[in-house]
């Protein structure tokens, strides 16, 4: 059964910051998903990747394989990006999911 | 606008009182699937359907019935709801075809029961 860890819990930062969050699965996946999930509860598709590296704006995702580890980058946080962020370890029939990381950027 | 469409978005109902929670997409995705997310439990995957006619229990799928008689609809059924079926539920697609394809989520329900 695949686990999956996401750091840190919660994440306290200043606008401008450059934000990580980290997450690590201990079996092989097909696809590795970052979500972004905010206050009001509605959960977005950030990022879907099964190698290297994808950059949307200011967020960037990438992977190691090997290492079975993924990182959810933010440039130049804002507090719009005040969110819940969810890693997902993608299967063919299902996704896990990891427990989220609670940013909070300040003005 | 592609998108998935639960209702209702918020329901209040009593023990044991059938309800159904539908799930609607219009994107032609064959694969759909329902989740239930609660406090320092996550999400977690109810029942999901590859296609048409076709559903499978995922890791929570006690209480809950699923069909999948169309491809766009999926409904979420609780033939006799329980109070710690209390959540918020999240239905979503994808398509089955191999590339990078991402998940579409609906706005979520949060259901009580008492």
């Known amino acids: 059964k695949n686990e999956v860890e996401q750091s840190p819990q919660n994440l306290t930062a200043q606008e401008g910051e450059f934000i990580t969050i980290n997450c690590s699965y201990s079996v092989g996946i097909s696809a590795l998903h970052w979500l972004q999930q905010h206050p009001g509860g509605g959960i977005v598709s950030l990022f879907m990747l099964s190698s290297g590296k994808k950059k949307h704006g200011r967020l960037i995702a990438t992977i190691n394989i090997q290492e079975k580890h993924s990182s959810l980058h933010i440039t130049a946080s804002h507090p719009r990006d005040s969110a819940v962020y969810i890693c997902?370890?993608?299967?063919?029939?299902?996704?896990?999911f990891g427990a989220g990381t609670r940013l909070t950027v300040k003005p | 606008e592609a998108q998935v469409t639960q209702n209702p978005r918020y329901l209040i109902t009593v023990t044991g009182k059938k309800l159904t929670v539908t799930c609607s997409q219009n994107?032609?995705?064959?694969?759909m699937s329902w989740y239930r997310q609660d406090p320092g439990l996550g999400l977690r995957q109810i029942y999901y359907?590859?296609?048409?006619?076709?559903?499978d229990k995922g890791d929570v799928p006690e209480g809950y019935k699923v069909s999948r008689k169309e491809k766009r609809n999926f409904p979420l059924i609780l033939e006799s709801p329980s109070p710690n079926q209390t959540s918020l539920y999240f239905c979503?697609?994808?398509?089955?075809?191999?590339?990078?394809?991402?998940?579409?989520f609906g706005s979520g329900t949060r259901l009580t029961v008492v």
């Open positions: 979503a697609s994808r398509t089955n075809r191999q590339g990078n394809y991402g998940y579409t």
């Open positions: 994107m032609n995705h064959e694969y």
């Open positions: 359907s590859m296609n048409v006619e076709v559903t």
């Open positions: 997902a370890a993608g299967y063919n029939n299902d996704m896990r």
